[in-house]
């Protein structure tokens, strides 16, 4: 299983990005995605996560409202679509893949290597 997460970058604060994750070796549609953050000292959390049909999805409180995640079954990708962006979302993103029901812990079996979004004031 490989999964390739693209789309950082950095961006003054009030803007957006779109972060992209690409699976491969396995039968995406049957898996729930979530994407999580660790900014430097700090634990990795919960973002977001999203169901395998893509009908359910989950935020954490501090991105409610401005972040949306989605996948793309045909295309074997999530996106995460970060608007009104702020200092404190600086952060390395991940992608993560567990099977069957998404979750906000870090209880998944697959990772991508991360991209790096930095808000600047």
């Known amino acids: 299983v490989q999964l390739q997460a693209s789309g950082g970058g950095l961006v003054q604060a009030g803007g957006s990005l779109r972060l992209s994750c690409a699976a491969s070796?396995?039968?995406?549609?049957?898996?729930?995605m979530g994407w999580f953050r660790q900014a430097p000292g700090k634990e990795r959390e919960f973002v977001a996560h999203?169901?395998?049909?893509?009908?359910?999805?989950g935020y954490a409180d501090s991105v409610k409202g401005r972040f949306t995640v989605s996948r793309d079954n045909a295309k074997n990708t999530v996106y995460l679509q970060m608007n009104s962006l702020r200092p404190e979302d600086t952060a390395v993103y991940y992608c993560?893949?567990?099977?069957?029901?998404?979750?906000?812990?870090?209880?998944?079996?697959?990772w991508g290597q991360g991209t790096q979004v930095t808000v600047s004031s």
């Open positions: 993560a893949a567990r099977s069957l029901l998404p979750s906000t812990s870090v209880n998944y079996p697959y």
């Open positions: 999203i169901n395998r049909s893509g009908y359910s999805t």
């Open positions: 070796g396995l039968t995406f549609s049957t898996y729930a």
